[in-house]
Structures are given as C-alpha cells and as structure tokens.
C-alpha cells in the first residue's frame, strides 16, 4: 500500500469493483480505468468470466467470503465499493461463509431469509459499517445508463407503447411483494411475471407458450418491460439489459424492450443499437410512469 | 321435447353444461342428477373427456359454436346454463365460429382482445341476451365449494400461514391485471406468479427451480395459494382444485395449497382429503384476507 491510495482525490483512489455473471463488470471498469482511476476486481466464483476477469487486477472469493473481500479491498487501498453483474440468489452450500466473517453470520441468514431486496440492501449496510463507500455504477460511469427514447432505429407503435404502460404499472403492483423486475404483456395481455427464473428463462416461457398455441399475440407483438422495484437500492441492483436480452426477445417473438431511462444499465449502448437493429426489435427507455418519450 | 321440459320447477327443468377439461363437469352433472335434474352435456371439442362425456346426454361443439350451442340448448328445453371445466384459452384457429354466431363476431374479436375476465363474462352476456340464465357450478351444488379449513388431516403451520397471506395479498395486487389466479410462495418469497400456462405447468417451473439451485426453500416448504380474481364473475371462471393439484405441489415439494373458501371448487371433497392425506400435504380454505381459520 502506497501513499497515493490514503489519497482523498477520486481519480487516485482505487475501486473495489464486485463481479458478478454478465459482461457488465468489464464494461464498468473500462469505463472508471478511461477516468484514470485504478480498478481492483473481486471476481466471484462461479459467476464471473475468468477470461475476462484475468485481464485486470483481482482476487477470486466465494459469494460469502465478505469478511475476505473486506480484508483485501482495505489492503488494496480501496475505501469505494461498487457491485456490478448478474448474482442469482446462490444455494446456501455455496456461501462458504469464512471464519473472519463469523461475526456476522446471524445476520446474514435473517437477510437470506427475507427476499432479494433485503439481501442486497443488508449487504450494502454491512460494507457501509466498515469503512466503505457502496457506489451505484452510474456513479462511476453514467454513460452506463439507459437514455430516455430509442437505443436502434425503431420505435413502439401505439399497441406496444399501450403494453408498456400496462407492464409497468404491473411492477409497480408486484414491487412491495419483492419479486422479479420483469414482465411480458402482449396485446394487453400479460403473458409472464419474473420470479427466481430470471428474464432469459421467462422468455423462454414464452416461446413454449407460442409453441402449445397458448397465446395468440402474432409473431412481433408484445415488450418485455423492466423496472427496478420501488424503493429498491440503485447502488446494488438496477435492471440491465444487453444484447442477450435482445436475443431473448427475439427469439420470444416480441417486438422489443422497453426499460426506466436512468434506471437499468446497458454496458454498450453502440453494440445495443446494433443489436436491436439487426433483430428488427426497439429498446427504448421510457418515464417512471410508463410513457414513451 | 315433451311438456316437462317447458315447466319452471327447479327439478324439472334441464340443465345445460358446457363442459371444458378435468373431472369437475362429471361431478356437477351427477351432484345435478341427485337433485333430480335431467342435465345435457354440451362438450367443448379438445377439452371435454370423450369417454366421460359418452356417460350422459351430450352434444359435441367446438368453443366458437355458440349459435349451434344456443339453439341446441332451447331445443332440450334447457334454460338454465353452468360452465365448468378448464378451457384455456383457445387459438384463434379453433374457434370455427359458425354461421348462426355470425351476427356476434365483432363482439367476439373486441372479448377476444381482453383478457380471460372480458372473455368469459363477455360470454355469459351472450347467453343472458338470448333468455337463458347462467348459473354459478355452486348454485347447481354447493358441496362442491371448498370449506372453511382444512380438507384432509394436516393443517399449514404459521410459516405457511405467513406464505398464506403474503400469497393472497399478491394475488389482490395482480387482479386489475387479469393475470392468473395462481402464486407459489415459500419462506416469504414469491416463487412464481401463474401465467397463461396453467397452475399444472407454473408448479412445474418449482420443481426446475429447485433443481438448477434457484430457491433454496427446503422440501416441504412453501404453498400454491390461489384466489378468484377480484370482481370476477363467480358463475363462470371459480378457480378449482383436485387430486392432480395434490400431485403437481407434492412433486413441487411444497408443504400445501391454500385456496379461498367458498370461492373454489373441488370437485370430490372426500378423494380430495385421501389425496392430501396421502401425499403429506394440507389442503386449507381460508378467508379472502388469507387468514387460515
């Protein structure tokens, strides 16, 4: 540990960034490393890309090894914490909880207990009690966040902008219930609520259901919507799509994405666009409230 | 026809039914039968069992042929109609709406448009404007209504009562939705909202949680809670229960299925509680707030 990292200056801290599945992590620290700042990596096993993990500074730990990850991130000069990528609940055989951690066992089960919001914000607090600042993404790299509007060239005609809104005032019926931030209304149908699955295995929902003739929206018609949970902690885990998200809906036969602009990260927005176009589908960020700009 | 048919006693008048799947038609004919009814089956082409149908007086008709249906049911001197049995909802190339149901068919596409609630009490509309009164499955019998309490020997502990009311609460959430009538709740998570696959194929999804890791809720936690959709019509679409219920929550190893009493039907409460008994689940009639009595 050198002098420069007790430094205050943001540029010359180092940031702890949490990966977890996804190619966000890299797009996050690609980003904060163009800010000149310096980026260590706490891969977790299991969901992070060692390929790709391998080409920044890191350490590996298990989902549960907070009291590991705190020691090294002190000794790696970082004092700013930031979580990024994909973490499904993970089996409780795989917390592989460490001994430096012990003292905080009772709470991290009364947190495992409660539902996904509860864990993530309960961790957050954990980070915040020893010494460390929890950072959203965006703040390290707000070009990381949806637009307001299109990302590709096409935009939702009247009946998908209807389905939209539909979509999102559905997750905000779901959203004190702590479940998924993602549903699929066709013609004003809803077709899928996300649980545990997650959005790739809801979507494939929907291909079977086109598949036994259970719903009879044509091919090209319905949004996958997504929203973060009221009141949810944006530093920890808002909604992302990425170009598999597109694939998904594709293949679902919708006719695109809609998500809160300023509210649900996307790691390219160029490869998004790109993406988008090639399938023929729209992605468009929309208000709070459900309208398209 | 003979003059009896014509007669306006409650015994003596026949009773339509129109059949869709699963065994609930069969026992509301003969629960009919034992009152003295003389009932007519009026079979749904690709729902209703052939060889249960073949045991009573019956008409095959394909779901759009609700002109053909209509007149049949008057020429049977039936004035009093009850559907029973799951239809989900049909593909457009299996309604073969005929040409006595011409004049409804732009009425049909609007209901068609809606979700299943506008469908059905669109449907019962229909029938009300010909002269034939629509009858609740319970108006015709009520022991096929679920009891307060438990049906079968074991009853939900306050973990699945928590579950209980957190299960119906969401399912008040989602019902301005038209969405399912359906959740799976374990350990205060919401495990799966039913969609337009079915209660049979969303506790299916259980079982693949469980497999790949998803859930950690141990065997034997969790409940498949069902409700009516609020302001539904009662006489066309009560959510029901029976013996492949049990199966498909055992298989889902979940502890039990809460279900509202008196706004659920089950179809032989006696085989009900042999199923439950037998496979170590509860099966449980709560009220609308989803208290367990």
Same mark, same amino acid.
């Given at each position: 540990?050198?002098? %420069?990292?007790?430094?205050?200056?943001?540029?010359?801290?180092?940031?702890?960034?949490?990966?977890?599945?996804?190619?966000?992590?890299?797009?996050?620290?690609?980003?904060?490393? &163009?800010?000149?700042?310096?980026?260590? !990596?706490? =891969?977790?096993?299991?969901?992070?890309?060692?390929? &790709?993990?391998? =080409?920044?500074? *890191? *350490?590996?730990?298990?989902?549960?090894?907070?009291?590991?990850?705190?020691?090294?991130?002190?000794?790696?000069?970082? %004092?700013? @914490?930031?979580?990024?990528?994909?973490?499904?609940?993970? =089996?409780?055989? *795989?917390?592989?909880?460490? @001994?430096?951690?012990?003292?905080?066992?009772?709470?991290?089960?009364?947190?495992?207990?409660?539902?996904?919001?509860?864990?993530?914000?309960?961790?957050?607090?954990?980070?915040?009690?020893?010494?460390? %600042?929890?950072?959203?993404?965006?703040?390290? /790299?707000?070009?990381?966040?949806?637009?307001?509007?299109?990302?590709?060239? $096409?935009?939702?005609?009247?009946?998908?902008?209807?389905?939209?809104?539909?979509?999102?005032?559905?997750?905000? =019926?779901?959203?004190?219930?702590?479940?998924?931030?993602?549903?699929?209304?066709?013609?004003?149908?809803? !077709?899928?609520?996300?649980?545990?699955?997650?959005?790739?295995?809801?979507?494939?929902?929907?291909?079977?259901?086109?598949?036994?003739?259970?719903? $009879?929206?044509?091919?090209?018609?319905? +949004? !996958?919507?997504?929203?973060?949970?009221?009141?949810?902690?944006?530093?920890?885990?808002?909604?992302?799509?990425?170009?598999?998200? +597109?694939?998904?809906?594709?293949?679902?036969?919708?006719?695109? @994405? /809609?998500?809160?602009?300023?509210?649900?990260?996307?790691?390219?927005?160029?490869?998004?666009?790109?993406? /988008?176009?090639?399938?023929? +589908?729209?992605?468009?960020?929309?208000?709070?409230?459900? @309208?398209?700009?």
């Amino acid at each position: 540990m050198n002098e %420069r990292t007790l430094n205050d200056s943001d540029g010359d801290r180092s940031l702890a960034i949490v990966c977890g599945g996804g190619s966000l992590p890299y797009a996050l620290a690609d980003a904060a490393v &163009r800010r000149g700042r310096r980026v260590v !990596l706490f =891969a977790l096993r299991g969901w992070a890309d060692p390929q &790709r993990v391998a =080409a920044y500074p *890191h *350490h590996w730990s298990w989902v549960g090894q907070i009291g590991r990850l705190l020691q090294l991130a002190e000794k790696e000069g970082c %004092r700013e @914490i930031v979580f990024i990528g994909s973490i499904v609940r993970p =089996a409780r055989r *795989h917390l592989f909880v460490d @001994i430096r951690a012990i003292w905080m066992l009772p709470r991290l089960f009364r947190l495992l207990k409660g539902g996904d919001d509860h864990l993530q914000s309960g961790l957050g607090r954990i980070f915040e009690e020893r010494g460390f %600042r929890l950072l959203a993404p965006h703040e390290v /790299a707000p070009e990381l966040l949806m637009p307001r509007g299109p990302v590709g060239g $096409r935009m939702p005609n009247d009946r998908d902008s209807a389905d939209i809104a539909k979509g999102i005032a559905l997750l905000h =019926a779901t959203s004190p219930f702590d479940i998924g931030q993602a549903v699929v209304v066709a013609n004003n149908h809803v !077709l899928a609520v996300e649980g545990p699955e997650g959005t790739d295995q809801m979507l494939g929902r929907i291909v079977e259901l086109r598949s036994n003739r259970r719903i $009879r929206a044509p091919l090209g018609t319905g +949004v !996958l919507v997504k929203a973060p949970k009221d009141g949810q902690d944006h530093r920890i885990d808002l909604p992302s799509i990425g170009p598999k998200t +597109v694939e998904g809906v594709k293949a679902a036969g919708l006719a695109g @994405i /809609a998500v809160v602009a300023g509210q649900t990260i996307v790691a390219d927005h160029a490869r998004m666009a790109e993406a /988008a176009d090639q399938a023929g +589908v729209f992605v468009v960020g929309v208000d709070t409230n459900g @309208i398209v700009p």
